[in-house]
């Protein structure tokens, strides 16, 4: 099993910077890729960034440019650095870890208000 914890998230006013991290912890292995998903009110899951083991990134097109992904720890850390931040980005955000299953954390809150 995998156990995924997040941290970071919260309000921010328009143009400001958030950072989320996600710990994972259990039967992680050292390879498979993570990344954060973010779900708006009323709207589906959506990929906002992953990386891979190796390092691999990918970007929704509406973050590319703002948001950047990154590992550490081993690759048991990831971490999405945010900025720029618009009311758009609001949603519950999702870490996630993927091998040979999809493996999600609780979710954190992030809303961007003025």
């Known amino acids: 099993q995998v156990q995924l914890v997040e941290s970071g998230g919260g309000l921010v006013q328009p143009g400001g910077s958030l950072r989320l991290s996600c710990a994972a912890s259990?039967?992680?292995?050292?390879?498979?890729?993570m990344g954060w998903y973010r779900q708006a009110p009323g709207k589906q899951r959506e990929l906002v960034a992953s990386?891979?083991?190796?390092?691999?990134?990918n970007y929704a097109g509406s973050v590319k440019g703002r948001f950047t992904i990154s590992r550490h720890n081993a690759g048991n850390t990831v971490d999405l650095e945010m900025n720029n931040l618009s009311p758009e980005d609001t949603a519950v955000y999702y870490c996630n870890l993927y091998r040979y299953r999809n493996y999600w954390g609780q979710g954190t809150q992030v809303t961007v208000s003025s």
């Open positions: 990386i891979t083991s190796f390092g691999t990134t």
């Open positions: 259990g039967s992680t292995d050292s390879t498979n890729t």
